[in-house]
């Protein structure tokens, strides 16, 4: 088991930035074998997508993934020594409204591409979100 709590979220102006952090912990085997952290956010009404997401495996060690509407001013980042997930977000926008979960997989790396980073079902465990407002 793993376990993930986000924080950073807030209300912010457009144009403004955030920088949401999840720390995880939890059975040392299941963090080893932890290859994919990312980011999905959910506004009311709509389903949860994926936003970023940082390969962390030997293979495709570093490798980070962007929705395309995020791409230029959102950065992901890890840091292993104090297990933790960033999610840098900068030029923020109304549209960028919503809760922000972070997440953890453990799938092989070739199912990265084509958007592969952003199926929900190849993530094993989730954090409890934290709530992001932009006002335009």
């Known amino acids: 088991q793993v376990q993930l709590v986000e924080s950073g979220g807030g209300s912010v102006q457009a144009g403004g930035t955030l920088r949401l952090s999840c720390v995880y912990s939890?059975?040392?085997?299941?963090?080893?074998?932890?290859?994919?952290m990312g980011w999905f956010h959910q506004a009311p009404g709509k389903e949860r997508e994926g936003v970023a997401a940082i390969y962390t495996g030997t293979v495709g060690l570093g490798t980070t993934f962007y929705a395309d509407s995020v791409k230029g001013r959102f950065t992901v980042s890890h840091d292993s020594s104090n297990n933790t997930l960033y999610l840098q977000m900068n030029s923020l926008k109304p549209d960028d409204t919503a809760t922000y979960y972070c997440?953890?997989?453990?799938?092989?790396?070739?199912?990265?591409?084509?958007?592969?980073?952003?199926?929900?079902?190849?993530?094993?465990?989730w954090g409890q979100g934290t709530l992001v407002t932009v006002s335009s």
């Open positions: 997440a953890t997989g453990m799938p092989p790396f070739h199912l990265m591409g084509n958007g592969g980073w952003s199926l929900k079902t190849l993530y094993n465990y």
């Open positions: 939890g059975d040392p085997r299941d963090i080893r074998n932890t290859y994919l």
